[in-house]
């Protein structure tokens, strides 16, 4: 299984990352996002893009916006 960590600390973006296969999405609080120990045993680090000053957005929202990205990569209707 790959660990994906989500964080607005790296360069690559969520869709962008290869979900056809087993994973496991790590998502933070939206005040404090995760911890070193989630970002450290991860095997990738991705980020949503976001417009302007923004840097986070509803750990809900971003869930079902990474999720969804891994379900349409394995092919849902």
């Known amino acids: 299984i790959s660990t994906y960590a989500t964080?607005?600390?790296t360069d690559k973006y969520y869709h962008h990352?290869?979900?056809?296969?087993?994973a496991a999405i790590a998502m933070g609080t939206e005040a404090d996002g995760l911890s070193d120990f989630w970002l450290q045993k991860a095997q990738h680090r991705v980020r949503i893009p976001m417009l302007g000053q923004i840097d986070s957005m509803n750990?809900?929202?971003a869930t079902a916006v990474v999720v969804f990205e891994?379900?349409?990569?394995?092919?849902f209707p």
């Open 7 to 9: 964080t607005p600390d």
């Open 17 to 22: 990352a290869d979900f056809t296969k087993p």
């Open 59 to 61: 750990v809900s929202v």
């Open 70 to 75: 891994a379900m349409r990569q394995r092919g």
